[in-house]
């Protein structure tokens, strides 16, 4: 409450002859808490609330300049105060895409999604953003023996699984590594795309934004957790991007059969690292709503292994991780 107060202090010294109400936009996964200032006029402005002990909003602000800038549509920053932690946005609405998206209107709304996205991987300059690299990609792929096989599903690997568990995020990051580099948002999906009225869509937390693989942003959209659409619809929409892309001028691979290895197997990364970070919310941070889309990602990435034989030694684990499970 004493920090909702201090909020409500500091958007006053802004509007002081305008009243407004304050009501709960949103939470996420981190610190920050949103919320949605209506004025008299029945106009709208958000707020963020990112407590500076737990969060740093200059990652947010630097990006948000940067896409912006791009042509993309981000939450505009009217006003800021570092040292208590609030940003004033503009009002992006509070319809998702995961809340919109249905068979009659997805073609329009992965169009608009993906035309976005290129704007923002045209706009990519190698040292703006800090580097998606060997490093960042082994700590994400770690959190899945420590956090889904070890505290998850309490199984400790033998000698022989770690060694091919190690195999193939070898061959994962040396795939990832390998591909062009461009902007990644890191979690452009259903839950972070707003359907807007103008220049749709709007684009939301874009903090943890990085220049690294081409594919990663597609991987995140079409292999989404929370929504599943049938795999020859999301080959459609992939070449549609890679056709724009293409004649867009970005890096894309130049046949597009290797541009979809490139993307398989960077949603095989993401969806290691996902699964790691959705058993950590649960067991570390006690949020148990991420455990229902665990399947749908699991699913994504039973795919990717049966189809590639460079993720085959992982299909083997995953097939005994089950087993053992059974038997528990």
């Not at 969060?55 to 040292?83: I, N, S, T, W």
């Not at 004033?88 to 993906?114: C, I, K, M, P, W």
């Not at 079409?222 to 070449?239: G, M, R, S, T």
């Amino acid at each position: 409450m004493q920090r909702q107060k201090q909020l409500t202090e500091w958007l006053s010294s802004l509007y002081p002859n305008q009243p407004f109400n304050l009501t709960p936009a949103s939470a996420d996964a981190s610190f920050r808490r949103y919320f949605r200032a209506t004025f008299a006029d029945g106009s709208t402005k958000v707020l963020m609330d990112a407590p500076p002990q737990h969060e740093d909003c200059k990652p947010f602000l630097h990006v948000g300049k940067l896409f912006e800038a791009a042509g993309a549509h981000v939450p505009h920053v009217y006003a800021q105060d570092l040292a208590q932690g609030f940003l004033l946005l503009s009002d992006l609405g509070n319809t998702t895409y995961l809340q919109a998206l249905h068979e009659g209107n997805a073609q329009a709304l992965y169009g608009a999604a993906t035309d976005a996205l290129i704007k923002i991987q045209l706009a990519s300059q190698p040292n703006e953003l800090p580097p998606y690299d060997e490093a960042l990609l082994r700590r994400e792929l770690n959190l899945f023996p420590e956090w889904y096989i070890a505290k998850h599903l309490g199984v400790t690997l033998t000698v022989k699984q770690q060694a091919k568990l190690e195999e193939v995020f070898a061959r994962l990051i040396a795939n990832n590594l390998g591909q062009p580099c461009v902007y990644v948002h890191r979690d452009y999906h259903s839950r972070n795309l707003m359907v807007t009225v103008d220049n749709n869509p709007g684009v939301i937390d874009f903090q943890d934004a990085v220049y690294g693989p081409i594919t990663y942003d597609l991987a995140s959209l079409f292999k989404d957790a929370y929504v599943k659409w049938e795999e020859p619809q999301i080959i459609d929409w992939l070449i549609r991007y890679w056709q724009k892309a293409r004649k867009a001028g970005l890096p894309v691979r130049e046949d597009f059969g290797d541009f979809y290895r490139d993307y398989e197997l960077m949603g095989a990364q993401r969806h290691i690292k996902v699964l790691g970070i959705f058993a950590r919310l649960y067991h570390r941070d006690g949020k148990d709503g991420y455990l229902k889309d665990m399947p749908l990602v699991m699913e994504y990435l039973h795919k990717a292994c049966e189809r590639y034989i460079d993720l085959k030694p992982l299909l083997n684990i995953l097939l005994e991780l089950n087993a053992q499970a059974g038997k528990a």
